[in-house]
C-alpha cells in the first residue's frame, strides 16, 4: 500500500483500490470491508474502488473475441492431467479444435451445461516454452457458486492470470505494480493484451518485505488461524494490518518503516528491531506516560502521615497532553522484580535495610520482609524519608491502593527462528510458545482504565501498552505493544 499510494500521491497521480474478485468459493465481505478499513487506518484515500467482477462482461466478450482469433480453446482435461502435461510440454487433446467448435463449447460452459473440472477456456500460447505459465494456462473455469458481488448470474469466472492484465488495460493504469513472485507472469499479462490488441500498462515487480521471526504467506497464516493457533487474523503477534493495529503499532510508524526500509529487487528478510525503532519513536513522542505494575508486591509505609496527592504531567516533554493527580497512600504495589532478599553490586532496586526512591514520591527504606508459605516475599514494610536526607540512584514506580487489576498480555517473536519459512514442513514446530504471556492481576492507575479501545500508553520503566479489543470496564485488558529502549 505504502508503494502504490505513496508513488501515485509524488508523482501527482491516483491509485485505484481493486479487488481481485474472481473466485467466488474464497470472497468475503469482511475481508473486503476490512481492507477498506485497514488502507484509510493508513492515510491512505483511493481514487476510486473497483473490482474485477465489474468487468465480467466485458471479460467475457473479450474471451470470445480470443476463441474468434484462434488463441484459446475449450479444454477437458481435469486439472490433475493439466498439471502433468504442461509440466512435460504436452499438447491438450482438444488444442486444436476448430473455432466455431470452441465458440459454441463455451457457450454451452456459459449455459452451465458442464459440472466443474469438466470443462475449461485455456488460452492457446506455448506448450515448449521454458516459462510454465506460458503453456496454455486457464483463462476461464467453471464454478457453480453464487457472486458475493454479482449474485447468481455466472457460473464461469475468470482466472486471475486472465483478468488481472485486461482489468488493469481497461482501467488505464499506467503502472502495475507487484511483488517477485509474479515475475514470471509478466510474459502472458504482455501475451494476452497484444493478443486482444489492448492497451499495455508498464508492469514492475520489487521484492516482498519480509519480517524476522514470521511469516508473510497468506496460506500459512490462514493456517494459524483455522487451527486456532493465534487469536485471529488481527491477533497482537500476527504481521497482518489488523494484527499490528490490535498491538498498538501506530499507522504513522508503518509508513515512516517502509519509507526507510525503501524498495528493493533484492530478497531480504528485515530486522524486527527496525520496525520497533520506529514504533517506539512514534509512541515516545505522542503516548501519555502512567504508572502500572505487572507483577505486584504489596508495600506498606509504617511512618505514613497522611494521603497526599502529587500532581504528574502526561508526558514529560508536551505539557499540552496536561497532568492528572496520583494519590500516595499507606499501602502501595512495587513490581515484585524491585524487590530482592539480597543486595549486590549494580542492582538498584529495593532489598532489606535498603532504599530506592518511589517516582514523583520519597525515598523509602524496608525494615521488615514478610514471606508467605512458599518462602516467598508476600508483603514488605517501608518507612518514608519525607525529608529526602537519602539520595538513591534506584528510582521505582508503583500504584497506590486506588489503583485497578487488568490484565497484561506480553507479546514477543511468534516464532523462534529468524526466518521459519527456510524451516520448510517443519515451520510450525518453530511457534514460539511464551510469544504470548498473559498476567492476570496486575494493577494500574485508575485514570487509564476509560481509555477507548487502542489507546496507548507509556508504562513507566516497562513498556508501551495499548487497550485491547477484549478490554472492558470490569476486567481491563492491555497489550504490550513494543518494550522500552532500556526498561530496567
Known amino acids: 500500500m505504502f508503494i502504490d499510494f505513496g508513488y501515485a500521491k509524488k508523482m501527482g497521480g491516483e491509485c485505484i483500490l481493486r479487488f481481485d474478485d474472481t473466485n467466488p468459493t474464497v470472497e468475503k465481505t469482511e475481508y473486503i470491508d476490512a481492507i477498506k478499513e485497514m488502507v484509510k487506518w493508513l492515510?491512505?484515500?483511493?481514487?476510486k474502488i473497483t473490482f474485477s467482477s465489474d468487468y465480467f462482461d466485458q471479460l467475457y466478450d473479450l474471451a470470445v473475441e480470443l476463441i474468434k482469433r484462434g488463441k484459446a480453446f475449450v479444454c477437458h482435461q481435469t486439472g490433475e492431467e493439466i498439471s502433468r502435461d504442461r509440466k512435460d510440454g504436452v499438447e491438450s487433446p482438444y488444442r486444436n479444435r476448430s473455432v466455431e467448435e470452441n465458440l459454441r463449447l463455451f457457450t454451452d460452459m456459459r449455459k452451465g451445461k458442464y459440472a466443474e473440472g469438466e470443462a475449461t477456456l485455456r488460452m492457446k500460447i506455448d506448450m515448449k516454452c521454458a516459462n510454465l505459465v506460458m503453456r496454455d494456462p486457464v483463462a476461464y473455469r467453471i464454478l457453480h457458486s453464487p457472486h458475493p458481488h454479482v449474485g447468481d448470474k455466472w457460473c464461469v469466472y475468470p482466472s486471475y492470470d486472465y483478468t488481472h492484465c485486461?482489468?488493469?488495460?481497461?482501467?488505464?493504469?499506467?503502472?502495475?505494480l507487484c511483488t517477485l513472485e509474479f515475475e514470471i507472469r509478466r510474459d502472458s499479462y504482455y501475451w494476452l493484451l497484444e493478443a486482444l490488441d489492448l492497451y499495455r500498462p508498464f508492469v514492475w515487480e520489487s521484492a516482498r518485505l519480509n519480517l524476522q521471526y514470521t511469516v508473510m504467506s497468506k496460506r500459512k497464516l490462514k493456517q494459524l488461524v483455522e487451527n486456532n493457533i493465534v487469536r485471529g487474523w488481527d491477533d497482537p503477534r500476527m504481521p497482518t494490518l489488523v494484527g499490528m493495529r490490535r498491538r498498538g503499532y501506530p499507522p504513522a510508524a508503518l509508513n515512516r518503516f517502509c519509507s526507510a526500509v525503501g524498495i528493493s529487487r533484492a530478497t531480504n528478510v528485515i530486522g524486527m528491531h527496525v520496525l520497533e525503532y520506529w514504533v517506539r519513536s512514534e509512541?515516545?513522542?505522542?503516548?501519555?506516560?502512567?504508572?502500572?505494575?505487572?507483577?505486584?508486591?504489596?508495600?506498606?509505609?509504617t511512618n505514613f502521615r497522611g494521603e497526599e496527592k502529587v500532581t504528574v504531567a502526561n508526558h514529560p516533554k508536551n505539557a499540552g497532553m496536561g497532568s492528572r493527580e496520583i494519590k500516595l497512600s499507606r499501602t502501595l504495589y512495587i513490581d515484585e522484580m524491585d524487590f530482592r532478599m539480597e543486595d549486590s553490586k549494580g542492582y538498584y532496586g529495593l532489598a532489606p535495610g535498603k532504599t530506592a526512591m518511589l517516582r514523583y514520591a520519597y525515598p523509602v527504606k524496608i525494615v521488615k520482609v514478610v514471606t508467605g508459605d512458599n518462602g516467598k516475599p508476600c508483603e514488605l514494610m517501608g518507612e518514608f524519608d519525607y525529608q529526602k536526607c537519602s539520595k538513591p540512584k534506584g528510582v521505582l514506580h508503583w500504584v497506590g491502593e486506588d489503583s485497578v487489576d487488568f490484565e497484561a498480555r506480553l507479546y514477543s517473536t511468534l516464532f523462534k527462528s529468524e526466518d521459519p519459512s527456510s524451516l520448510n514442513n517443519e515451520w510450525l514446530e518453530d511457534l514460539n510458545e511464551e510469544g504470548e504471556v498473559v498476567v492476570d492481576g496486575a494493577k494500574i492507575e485508575s485514570s487509564a482504565v476509560s481509555s477507548d479501545v487502542r489507546?496507548?500508553?507509556?508504562?513507566?520503566?516497562?513498556?508501551?501498552?495499548?487497550?485491547?479489543n477484549d478490554s472492558t470496564a470490569?476486567?481491563?485488558?492491555?497489550?504490550m505493544t513494543v518494550s522500552l529502549r532500556d526498561s530496567r
Not at 515516545?284 to 504489596?298: Q, S
Open 43 to 47: 492515510g491512505h484515500e483511493p481514487a
Open 166 to 176: 485486461i482489468v488493469d488495460s481497461l482501467e488505464w493504469v499506467t503502472h502495475s
Open 283 to 301: 509512541l515516545d513522542a505522542n503516548a501519555k506516560r502512567v504508572l502500572a505494575v505487572l507483577r505486584p508486591l504489596r508495600l506498606i509505609i
Open 455 to 468: 489507546t496507548t500508553f507509556q508504562f513507566e520503566r516497562t513498556g508501551y501498552f495499548t487497550v485491547d
Open 474 to 479: 470490569k476486567k481491563p485488558v492491555f497489550n
